[in-house]
């Protein structure tokens, strides 16, 4: 039989004290840096007891880590004869991608929207954000803003595409008839 020592009841009442936090957590922050032509993530959330971070030219990898973060935190619940949190149980969480600054920000989302799109949706020279997007340049506060809200209003797009089934359908028949 263990014996339930000093260090294991620091570690569940640290344990325990997280629970207590995480219950209303909805979002966790990723902090996102470009640096030495790769990306660093840094995870730091109540449900470790420290910060993960990830070094790595590929930024679908910064994203993998959020959650490798939370399964992570989550992983001894069961031992300590914790309840996983309903909100994580159900997925009902998010994750947020703060930059270090505009050129993480474009690096990280040139390979989703063009400089060429940006500049479109934001009235800005793609020659300038491809300055900023190569650290050759720094945009002010107002350019920074412009930017963000311009990937803002392409992301809202997108999200808003559908297909519509009934049309294929009737495509599909129309093309069974035939064949």
């Not at 149980?89 to 994750?95: G, I, L, R």
């Not at 063009?114 to 050759?136: D, K, M, P, Q, V």
């Not at 930017?147 to 009934?166: M, N, P, Q, W, Y």
Request: proline share 1%; hydrophobic share 40%.
């Amino acid at each position: 039989m263990d014996t339930f020592n000093a260090d294991m009841c620091a570690k569940s009442i640290i344990f325990y004290t997280f629970a207590a936090k995480m219950t209303n957590m909805k979002q966790i922050t990723i902090k996102v840096a470009w640096n030495n032509s790769a990306f660093e993530g840094l995870v730091s959330s109540e449900t470790s007891y420290g910060e993960m971070k990830i070094v790595t030219k590929d930024f679908n990898d910064i994203i993998d880590m959020g959650e490798a973060e939370l399964k992570i935190g989550f992983d001894g619940y069961t031992e300590f004869g914790l309840e996983l949190p309903e909100w994580y149980k159900n997925k009902e969480y998010e994750f947020v991608y703060k930059f270090q600054d505009v050129t993480a920000m474009l690096k990280a989302y040139s390979s989703y929207v063009s400089l060429a799109a940006i500049s479109r949706e934001t009235g800005i020279n793609s020659a300038l954000l491809s300055h900023y997007a190569n650290g050759l340049k720094v945009p002010r506060n107002k350019q920074q803003k412009i930017i963000v809200s311009g990937l803002h209003r392409i992301g809202a797009l997108l999200s808003k595409c559908t297909i519509d089934d009934e049309r294929k359908t009737q495509l599909n028949i129309g093309v069974n008839k035939k064949g």
